[in-house]
């Protein structure tokens, strides 16, 4: 099992939509999560961090299980620019300084 | 505030030669890590390192790959002999030092180099 899946889509919505993406992580110890988006040929940008409360940044909301071991990425009122690759992130049992990347959900928002 | 630095952005090798790999961390951050990204695939680990020292290489390839953080100056990553299979978008990104609650920090990345061979 991967340490961090993610369904690849791609997910192709309207614009104005709402969209939820999750991500499973296998090692019951992780302790940090984070969200990183990545338009196509740029570097991996920090979306927000996912916290054992959830929070929200606007129209993005970030929500951690640990019972089922995923977190999630809910973004309301999707806009164009939102397109790009999301990338789940979890920190590795073996280091607890490195982390591990999802392979990614791809999002494409249409007019 | 600077972001992650990285250069040179394109580089183009041919077989057998070396390619040097320079990365910049953000003002105040002491850890950098570097990254593979092969097209149409997703992150990979190589490696990651404090000043001076190499916390964990356990995604590094074994041969040709080396990486170092200078007390001065930006990190290096070093691929000798280049072959076409190194072909990829190498990122670095670094962080400020680990939380004392032990949770990881926030990585940044810089833009990359495209590494290509011919």
Redesign the interface.
Known sequence: RKEVEQDPGPFNVPEGATVAFNCTYSNSAS??F?WYRQDC??????LM?VYSSGNEDGRFTAQLNRASQYISLLIRDSKLSDSATY?CVV?AY???????????TRLSIRP | NAGVMQNPRHLVRRRGQEARLRCSPMKGHSHVYWYRQLPEEGLKFMVYLQKENIIDESGMPKERFSAEFPKEGPSILRIQQVVRGDSAAYFCASSPPVRVNRRVAEQFFGPGTRLTVL
């Open positions: 302790q940090s984070f040929r740029k570097e991996p940008k920090l961090s990338l920190n073996s280091s607890a300084s490195k982390i591990i990347f999802g392979s990614g």
